[in-house]
């Protein structure tokens, strides 16, 4: 079956400094990827995007980096303010239908 | 982007009783979907809910326990019934626009007794 995981459960960065939170990903046929914020009472928000005929995309302040030979999935967050401070979460949609399936999460805590 | 909101925000529930949870889009939007978040852990898909059929449920799920509506292009309800305290979790809907991405209401905070 599919499943998108997670090797860092727990990040804490010094503001100002670059966050990586990274994501593994065990279906190949997932083509589309995405990156939530969930802040703390809050629902997931989306931050950024990337199909999987691309390697890196880049946002506001974000990028985020496909590996898809190795399966992985990476959002970097320059110069990491307190406000980052939440849960991202990985999903990953295959070109089959149109669900999500999500990874385990990763708390990111900036330390002021 | 879509704005989603959900009704109630929170609630604390008697176990053995039903709670209707309300989620409504400032758009039309073909799919609609319903999840449930443990405490602590990520996001399950309950169920995909489409107007004008009947719910599409995930593995573990069943429509007699988390019964959904879908009246209209802008509107769901889940129903989470006969609850026991495991039912405690934040549910949330969101909604597909049609270009991949997911977008979610702010969840329903629920707390079985």
């Known amino acids: 079956g599919e499943s998108v995981g997670l090797h860092l459960p727990t990040l804490s960065v010094q503001e100002g400094d670059n966050s990586i939170i990274n994501c593994a990903y065990s279906?190949?046929?997932?083509?589309?990827f995405i990156w939530y914020k969930q802040e703390s009472g809050k629902g997931p928000q989306f931050i950024i995007d990337?199909?999987?005929?691309?390697d890196k995309r880049q946002g506001q302040r974000v990028t985020v980096l496909l590996n898809k030979t190795v399966k992985h999935l990476s959002l970097q967050i320059a110069a990491t303010q307190p406000g980052d401070s939440a849960v991202y979460f990985c999903?990953?949609?295959?070109?089959?239908?149109?669900?999500?399936?999500f990874g385990a999460g990763t708390i990111l805590r900036v330390k002021s | 982007s879509a704005v989603i909101s959900q009704k109630p925000s929170r609630d604390i529930c008697q176990r053995g009783t039903s709670l209707t949870i309300q989620c409504q889009v400032d758009?039309?939007?073909?799919?609609m979907f319903w999840y449930r978040q443990q405490p602590g852990q990520s996001l399950t898909l309950i169920a995909t809910?489409?107007?004008?059929?009947?719910?599409?449920?995930e593995s573990g799920f069943v429509i007699d326990k988390f019964p959904i509506s879908r009246p209209n292009l802008t509107f769901s309800t889940l129903t989470v019934s006969n609850m026991s305290p495991e039912d405690s979790s934040i549910y949330l809907c969101?909604?597909?626009?049609?270009?991949?991405?997911?977008?979610f209401g702010p969840g329903t905070r629920l707390t079985v007794l």
């Open positions: 969101s909604v597909d626009l049609e270009t991949d991405t997911q977008y």
């Open positions: 279906n190949s046929a997932s083509d589309y």
């Open positions: 990337i199909r999987s005929n691309m």
């Open positions: 999903a990953e949609k295959t070109e089959y239908g149109n669900k999500l399936v």
């Open positions: 758009s039309q939007v073909t799919m």
């Open positions: 809910a489409n107007q004008g059929s009947e719910a599409t449920y």
